[in-house]
């Protein structure tokens, strides 16, 4: 067998145990990679109760140094994405992928908790603007953060984490290869032998590594041309994307008295929903500073674009997160943000966040020294840019499986998306599902009102994507219900019921739920007119009305806020009063009152929509009534529901009721075929 | 028996608790299902659990109309009580209906005030929405109605039709109107671009001030939008035409115009000046289009007090007028006192705005000046005093009553502006039907709230949404 790890020795003796019960040493899910979405992964299906086999490069590196000069070990460093490692930024979170790690939290994942112990420097985003849109964002100790998240995947029950890279998938003989049996191992410097030719077996795989489609020149070459060769005869359609690093300044080097200090939050926010504190102490976070580019480093990128790779090639790049010279380029004349942010409590690497560039490493010195503060400033490590492919996702189920090959799923930057959040929840999402599918158990799917997460992959899965895909809170149509703070409410059930969730933190939500629900229907039964609010209260930024109001919806007024209420009622209040959390939540809720009642119409028309399934093999080329472009689009997305056909674009409505009407009766033949 | 009355008792409970949660789940949606335009019979249709609410509200009573018979009934306006048409209620229960669900067919007159009535009662039923392209087809599907509708092209498109309708009328209107709401449209849309970036990007923008822009330009077009939705809530100008009143100096010849229009002695004609006292009304069709021409006495000083009264009478109808038809004697002028004439047309125009009590009608007053007489001038002097007054942004028209030169234009003019008028009636219907009142009423409200909370974007973005 392979070089398994497994820390606990209780758990070897059920791992033994399982062991001989599964005569071909089988897995159930086999996880690809152990970036954030391969980790992600592995534990929702382990969680789940599914022997699983973690897939990753090197697992050895853990406490190796991070940066050499010599560029060979750092090459080997980033583009094998380690278990857990940050591979860019080393922050987490931000406006929507804070809304994405609280619900992969909800869904009991494993960054959230992970974020609460290995953050320096926490900081809530958009604070001005409405809880709902509130972006939780944390520095991270990149080696703490590794480490931390090392130790959980080793420590998981039911997970085995192999190292090796693949090389190839095994399909089943026969029906087409449609269903994948497990993968093939290379057998390179880092990989045991096996037996068998490398084979590991398992009955659902889950790639999340996108690097290993990546054609030429890297480590793992040997591996790539069999995977991507696989890939390319099962006919998927691939893009390529490109996304750049900024260069790495030794903080040593940089003269921060010229700069502008940024502190992180008084009391800083958890990212986890069993967590109430965080693990460092608020006087004890880091600092990050704030310079911006000028004139002459503009001057100086755009005399040197011609050796730019990101410039002359012509591949989409990020639009959200882009490289200094694309900023230069569009938005011409003005000075540019840059945050430089520590890489760790013991380390004195400082991200510059904001230069991420290709250009060569001269021109990337001149640049960073034509900075405020960084005009001694040593690069670590110049910054690259890299460009991978990935799989059109339209061609993945809502589950994340792919509709080619079944029991094949893909999550993560391979589906064309950018962000560690991003990847962490399609891997939750894809470990739960391929867990589910080899218990023949019908898949997770959350929809656009029940989550980020929901909204991610619809838009993934029906609107594919063109260029690096990130979380927006514009993306979600019903952001005042998705809010951050509510994420437990909204999933954790839901995720506890097919078994994603344990019984321990289920049984904590409901506890607060509960208390939740008390509070609020406490504060709907305190009924008066708004005059009578006012003189009780002595609210001033009420107006004096006739109008009855509970106290939850006095709350919908910004300018009242539960202490100005519990003056008057402290008997009532006392509880939500003493506890702050419950307090602030409750707050929340009340402000969202009236926004909430009115979107629910809107989620039920769009629950029902949902509901209506179209079956997967209806051939959309032979429906009449559509036309070409209509019919492509439909046979490209094979939209799983009437719902997602009504989001793709350019689909008319009337299109629409012809293919109800088409299907019902679709249907109806079936049902008479199968009774005869 | 004890326990008879309460089963009876939990039974209704039950009844009513998925009654409840059958309403949450299912909205009720209306529509005109006839097709626009003016016809003889319109057909609304309303469906979903808030039906029979719905109808019985608007007919005033408790008692539902025998299902599946056609019963002649008076239709209110709920809030109001006004009586807005009598017409025939069809009352299908669920399950046996053409959606499956609850449903009423509202058959009434095909005139677009009744029809506006109509669906404006109907929103003012709380829990109606109306219904979008597709609506009704869908929920005949979804409740295994379909089937029935072997006919091919019954149901299935009829609102997807209606849709299209609706663009094609949106496009086909007066150039200035719609650039008004593609204006609005536009603004609306960068407010929620601007907004939007905020949130998504607030660490990258360092510009203040995005968010006030923001609330000042959604205060100026909600303002727009309500003067412009409500100074235009005139049912009655679609009811009985529009109210076109002719004005002018006594002796002019309004009565002889009149009579023009309704090729009948409907006014006395002397050459005694004030012969009209009292106001003369006529119905007359224009281009297609009713229009109500009152003639009116010539106004002057005068010291009679029937003339007097017929003075007042002429001048409050001028102040509820749609537009006046403001007519001068050509003969009585000439070039060199040209002067005297714009004068004189000015103090008819400016002395019934003195007279004014609707402020509203002020500034949209609409009028056209017409010369007659042509007979008794050469027309090099009409030309150049008609030249006169278009430079001075005042449309102008030159007839004869006498020979009945430039009627024909007068007629192609007032039947352009008819038309215009007509439309741009229509539109508001159109387009405040697509209106869900809530929005309407939070939309009107988000001058007194604050826009950097992030729930008023959600407002604006559903108004974009519908207004579109």
Redesign the interface.
């Given at each position: 067998m392979a070089y398994e790890i497994r820390n606990l020795q209780k758990l070897r003796f059920i791992e033994k145990f399982r062991y001989r019960l599964c005569h071909d040493l089988a897995y159930d899910v086999i996880v690809v990679g152990g970036g954030h979405a391969g980790t992600e992964c592995a534990a929702a299906a382990a969680r789940n109760g599914s022997r699983v086999a973690l897939i990753t490069h090197d697992l050895t590196k853990i406490g190796r140094p991070i940066y050499q000069k010599s560029k060979a070990v750092i090459f080997l460093y980033y583009k094998n994405c380690d278990m857990g490692e940050m591979s860019c930024n080393p922050s987490f979170g931000?406006?929507?992928k804070g809304h994405l790690i609280r619900e992969i939290d909800a869904l009991d994942g494993l960054c959230g908790r992970i974020c609460d112990t290995s953050g320096i420097q926490y900081k809530v985003?958009?604070k001005?603007?409405?809880p709902?849109?509130w972006?939780l964002r944390a520095q991270m100790d990149r080696n703490l953060y590794r480490v931390n998240m090392q130790k959980e995947i080793l420590n998981t029950p039911n997970l085995s984490v192999l190292q090796g890279s693949v090389a190839d998938l095994i399909l089943l003989p026969g029906m087409n290869k449609r269903i994948v049996e497990g993968v093939q191992l290379a057998i390179n410097f880092y990989t045991y032998k096996l037996a068998d030719g490398n084979i590991v077996k398992g009955r659902s795989v889950v790639l999340t590594t996108g690097n290993t489609i990546v054609h030429g020149g890297r480590i793992n070459e040997v591996a790539s041309v069999g995977l991507a060769k696989t890939i390319e005869d099962l006919k998927f359609n691939i893009g390529r994307l490109k996304t750049g690093t900024p260069p790495r300044l030794d903080g040593k080097t940089i003269d921060y008295s010229k700069l502008v200090p940024q502190y992180g939050d008084e009391k800083p926010i958890p990212f986890s929903f069993i967590n109430r504190t965080v693990k460092i102490k608020p006087d004890e976070q880091s600092l990050c500073f704030l310079t911006l580019t000028n004139p002459l480093t503009h001057s100086i990128v755009t005399k040197n674009l011609h050796l730019s790779q990101h410039v002359r090639e012509e591949i989409r790049g990020p639009r959200y997160c882009p490289s200094i010279e694309s900023k230069v380029i569009r938005f011409n004349g003005r000075n540019h943000?840059i945050f430089l942010e520590p890489e760790g409590l013991n380390s004195s690497v400082i991200y510059p966040n904001g230069i991420s560039c290709t250009l060569p490493e001269d021109v990337q010195i001149s640049m960073v020294r034509s900075i405020d503060g960084l005009k001694d400033a040593e690069l670590v490590q110049p910054g690259y840019g890299v460009e991978y492919d990935y799989i059109d996702p339209r061609q993945l189920k809502p589950s994340l499986e792919t509709r080619k090959v079944s029991r094949l799923f893909l999550a993560g930057q391979i589906n064309g998306t950018t962000g560690y959040e991003e990847a962490a929840a399609q891997g939750i999402i894809a470990g739960i599902n391929s867990s589910l599918k080899v218990k023949g158990m019908p898949p997770l799917i959350l929809d656009r009102a029940d989550g980020y997460i929901g909204v991610l992959i619809d838009d993934l899965t029906t609107r594919g994507t063109s260029e690096p895909y990130r979380m927006?809170?514009?993306r979600a149509e019903f952001?005042?219900r998705l809010r951050p703070d509510n994420a437990d409410l909204r999933l954790t059930e839901k995720a506890y019921k097919v078994g994603l969730v344990n019984e321990q933190r289920f049984k904590k939500m409901t506890k607060f739920k509960a208390t939740f629900n008390k509070a609020i229907s406490m504060l709907k039964e305190l009924r008066f007119s708004e005059s009578g609010w006012k003189e009780r209260c002595n609210l001033s930024g009420v107006r004096h009305s006739g109008e009855f109001k509970s106290g939850l919806e006095m709350l919908i007024n910004?300018r009242v806020n539960l202490s100005d209420i519990s003056k008057s009622f402290p008997a009532e209040l006392s509880n939500i009063m003493e506890d702050d959390y419950l307090r602030s939540r409750v707050e929340i809720e009340g402000?969202?009152l009236?926004?909430i009642e009115?979107?629910?119409?809107d989620v039920?028309?769009l629950r029902?929509l949902e509901h209506?399934t179209l079956p997967d093999n209806l051939d959309y080329t032979k429906l009449g009534f559509l036309d070409e472009e209509e019919k492509d689009k439909l046979s490209t997305v094979v939209p799983q529901t009437l719902g997602s056909a009504s989001r793709i674009d350019g689909i008319?409505?009337?299109s629409?009721?012809?293919l109800?009407?088409f299907v019902?009766?679709y249907k109806e033949t079936k049902i008479l075929e199968r009774n005869l | 028996m004890l326990t008879a009355i309460h089963g009876w008792k939990v039974k209704q409970w039950v009844r009513f608790c998925s009654n409840q949660v059958q309403d949450?789940?299912r909205?009720t949606v209306f529509a005109v299902s006839s097709g626009h335009g003016v016809s003889g019979v319109s057909v609304i249709r309303v469906t979903g659990p808030k039906t029979s609410q719905a109808v019985k509200l608007m007919t005033k009573t408790n008692n539902l109309p025998k299902p599946r018979y056609a019963s002649l009934k008076k239709i209110y306006q709920p809030s109001t009580g006004d009586l807005v048409d009598k017409g025939l209620i069809l009352w299908f229960p669920a399950p046996n209906s053409f959606t499956g669900e609850d449903l009423a067919e509202f058959h009434v007159h095909g005139g677009s005030a009744v029809i506006e009535g109509i669906l404006t009662s109907l929103q003012e039923v709380d829990g109606l929405y109306p219904a979008m392209?597709?609506d009704f087809?869908?929920r005949a599907?979804?409740n295994g109605k379909?089937?029935l509708t072997e006919v091919e092209g019954l149901g299935?498109?009829i609102?997807?039709q209606t849709?299209a309708q609706r663009k094609q009328a949106i496009r086909q209107m007066d150039g200035h109107l719609s650039q008004l709401y593609k204006k609005w449209s536009k603004s609306l849309l960068k407010c929620v671009a601007d907004i939007?970036a905020?949130?998504?990007?607030?660490?990258?923008i360092?510009e203040d001030g995005i968010l006030e822009n923001v609330q000042d330009t959604v205060t100026q077009i909600a303002k727009e939008v309500r003067s412009h939705l409500e100074d235009r809530r005139k049912g009655e100008k679609l009811r009985s035409g529009v109210n076109v009143v002719i004005a002018g100096p006594p002796n002019v010849g309004k009565s002889s115009l009149l009579n023009l229009f309704c090729q009948r002695p409907a006014a006395i004609v002397s050459p005694v000046e004030g012969t009209t006292r009292d106001v003369v009304e006529t119905a007359v069709n224009i281009g297609g289009y009713p229009v109500l021409f009152s003639d009116t006495a010539g106004i002057r000083p005068s010291m009679d007090p029937v003339e007097k009264e017929g003075i007042k009478r002429a001048k409050s109808r001028m102040s509820t007028a749609d537009f006046i038809l403001l007519v001068l004697d050509l003969s009585k002028y000439d070039v060199s006192n040209m002067a005297s004439l714009l004068e004189s047309t000015l103090k008819i125009l400016s002395k019934h705005k003195d007279d004014n009590m609707d402020i509203h009608h002020d500034e949209n007053i609409d009028y056209l000046i017409v010369l007659n007489k042509v007979d008794l001038v050469s027309n090099e002097v009409a030309l150049r005093m008609k030249e006169t007054l278009t430079n001075k942004g005042m449309d102008t028209c030159i007839i004869s009553c006498e020979t009945g030169d430039g009627i024909e234009n007068l007629t192609k003019f007032l039947s352009e502006k008819m038309k215009d008028m007509y439309d741009t009636e229509m539109f508001p219907l159109i387009y405040k039907s697509m209106w869900r009142p809530?929005d309407r009423e939070s939309f009107y409200n988000t001058d007194s709230t604050?826009i950097?909370?992030?729930?008023s974007i959600?407002v604006i973005r559903i108004v974009h949404k519908n207004g579109r």
């Open positions: 931000g406006i929507g985003l958009n001005r603007k409405g709902a849109v972006g943000q927006f809170t514009s952001r005042l910004s402000n969202y009236n926004a009115r979107q629910d119409k039920s028309e029902r209506m008319s409505a009337s629409l009721v012809q109800l009407k019902k009766k | 949450l789940l909205s392209a597709g087809t869908r599907f979804e379909l089937d299935d498109l609102h997807a849709e939007e905020t949130i998504d990007f607030s660490e990258d360092i809530g604050s950097s909370s992030d729930g959600e």
